[in-house]
């Protein structure tokens, strides 16, 4: 069974999760290759140990990169870091001035705050990379990589993050404008209240994004290993609790050979394991992914790995007995 639904129209970001060492990388890549031979796409990775550079042979890093061989597609390794810096140093007089006005902070405290990160920063400025990427609308399709569960249930819960550190900053400006009103009579909008608006604004675009079941949709990846089943399944049901939409799984690196022993029994002790995700996951479509003789790097690799999961490669995609 193949994957379905991606080339509709409405749908703009297909993002890819699950534990490490499943291949998400494989799959989010092979993906974003099957796709541009409709639609021009973008592959983005937030995993701070990016592996699309890897899994394409390519350099990518945090810039826009044709990919080569690959018509329609282009890659990006997002940068947290480097993406917060750009928002500091874009954003530097509205935070200079939000932290004057709102704290008893003097220069040199303030300078200092500047300096320093923020706790989960990270998870934020990379889905407004995102969100800012999406908004140019150069693309038609995003396709992003994520870091394993953990890393992207941070990623995903990150509009939440953003909406209370500004709640907070509203907060502290509040004061400060009741005091300009009482001794003035009136306020107006400065820098720093027009950049906490704007951060409004993306926190509810994200959300409105990731909530859209037409736009947004989630795919996880998994293996036949329990561990990998019972990750999977906390995964769905954090998905759940974002509303965020997931119609189908790939079960990855699945035994089908007969040609040994070793292989028999290995695709006899992974039956259990693909009936359990059947019956876990019976809401869910299961896209089997057959194991490799040979590791998925490069993009004819890849491109033979998107012919499965497209359906288009016969005789790699045996229905698994």
Known sequence: MPLTGLECKDLKMVIFGGKGGVGKTSCAVACAI???????????????AHS??????????????PVRNVANLTAIEISADKAFQDFKKEHEAELIKLFDTSTNFDDEDIQQMMSLSIPGIDEVMSFKTIIDLIEENNYEKYVVDTAPTGHALRLLSSPVLLDEWIKMAAKMRWKYRYMIESFSGEYKDDEADVMLLNLKKTVKRIAVLLGNSEKCEFIPVCIPEDMAIMETQRLLKELRNFRISSHQLILNNVMESDESGFCRQRKAAQRKYIDKVHELFNELQVVIVPLFPDEIKGVTALKTLMQVLFDEHKELNREVK
């Open 34 to 48: 099957g796709l541009a031979r409709k639609f021009k796409t973008l592959v983005i990775s937030t995993d701070p």
């Open 52 to 65: 699309i550079s890897d899994s394409l042979e390519q350099e990518i890093g945090f810039r826009l990169q």
